[in-house]
């Protein structure tokens, strides 16, 4: 007789923009933990050809698209950046859209657990398909100056944007488990090898 395979447990991995969610991320899969991020589903959504760009174009006219026809990510960003209505619309057509692609993905998951890395695990609402969280935690000084020298951005614009998004109080608010990404990478490595070995005796996330 053959017996079902158990469906894996979905841990949210969370942080702020440059706290160290893609590098942590990148350890899982090392060791073998499928994992999706809600950031490049989201750009999945919106590739050549898909519905969602059609609407996009339709809605914010040709000036966000690139001469190649691709998504002008960073023109896209400065239409609905200061424009509150404009990106609840964008939010209204592309969350549903994500959410399927996520589900997808996680879906063919083979590994004990999966993880779902998203920036707005909190505030979307996606934590509530997760059945653990953990917070990538840096301070945010530290958090501007990778990020900064990561995209070559202005300061303005990262601060803009981290508080756009969750407060650090919130998520922390929400987590099970905490890293804190203030060391170096062999530091981050041997803090997901500690959470892994952890998850592994856990079920359903509990
Ligand atoms: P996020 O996905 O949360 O936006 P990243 O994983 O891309 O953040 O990390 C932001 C930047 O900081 C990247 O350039 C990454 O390589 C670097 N970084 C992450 N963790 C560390 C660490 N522990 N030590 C040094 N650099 C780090």
């Known amino acids: 007789m053959t017996h079902p395979v158990p469906k ?3 841990l949210g991995l969370t942080g702020g923009i440059g706290s160290g969610k893609s590098a942590a991320a990148q350890c899982f899969i090392d060791l073998g933990i499928h994992a999706v991020d809600a950031d490049h589903a989201a750009r999945w959504v919106v590739e050549p050809g898909r519905p969602a760009l059609a609407s996009i174009v339709e809605h914010f006219g040709p000036g966000v698209l690139q001469a190649s026809g691709e998504l002008d990510r960073a023109a896209l960003r400065q239409l609905i950046f200061s424009n509150p209505e404009q990106r609840r619309w964008l939010e209204a057509l592309l969350h549903p859209l994500v959410r399927e692609e ?33 917070v990538i935690d840096v301070p945010s000084e530290l958090q ?5 020298q990561r995209d070559n951005t202005s300061q303005a614009q990262v601060e803009a944007i981290l508080q756009a ?36 005796t856990l079920t359903g996330g509990h």
């Open 8 to 10: 894996p447990w979905i």
């Open 102 to 134: 996520i589900a997808a993905s996680l879906s063919r998951a083979t590994s004990p657990y999966a993880i779902l890395v998203s920036p707005l695990l909190i505030e979307s609402g996606q934590y509530r398909t997760t059945q653990r969280v953990l």
């Open 144 to 148: 501007i100056a990778r990020t900064m």
């Open 165 to 200: 998004q969750a407060q650090r109080e919130e998520r922390l608010r929400h987590a099970d488990d905490v890293l804190v990404n203030d060391r170096d990478p062999a530091w981050l490595k041997s803090e997901v090898e500690r959470l892994h070995h952890f998850y592994l």
